[in-house]
Nanobody, 121 residues
Framework: QVQLVESGGGLVQPGGSLRLSCAAS????????MGWYRQAPGKQRELVAL???????NYADSVMGRFTISRDNAKKTVYLQMSSLKPEDTAVYYC???????????????WGKGTLVTVSS
């Protein structure tokens, strides 16, 4: 009922920048929060950044000051602007949304399929 589609991943050199996008579609009634998680090889998935419907944001310490999360409510899209990228930022980045639909009451969490970001020279 809800689809999240990420785009914008790729290969970038250390110190470079990338912008990820995640568009939500489907029978959406409300978007309560959207965020980005990442999972590096052999590691657990971790929160990168989160934004709520009230405009609050939260960042992992490791990306504070380098990454910026933003959202376009009209487009149901969340962005992650990543700057000063480091090799340790290499991971699959997943979009997550806490979303209410027209078919059910309450809200559920949804995941995108992920987009690979590789930081390497």
């Amino acid at each position: 009922q809800v689809q999240l589609v990420e785009s914008g991943g790729g290969l970038v050199q250390p110190g470079g920048s990338l912008r990820l996008s995640c568009a939500a579609s489907g029978r959406i009634s409300s978007i309560y929060a959207m965020g980005w998680y990442r999972q590096a090889p052999g590691k657990q998935r971790e929160l990168v950044a989160l934004t709520t419907s009230s405009g609050n944001t939260n960042y992992a310490d490791s990306v504070m000051g380098r990454f910026t999360i933003s959202r376009d409510n009209a487009k149901k899209t969340v962005y992650l602007q990543m700057s000063s990228l480091k090799p340790e930022d290499t991971a699959v980045y997943y979009c997550n949304g806490v979303i209410g639909t027209t078919a059910t009451s309450g809200a559920m969490g949804y995941w995108g399929k992920g987009t690979l970001v590789t930081v390497s020279s």
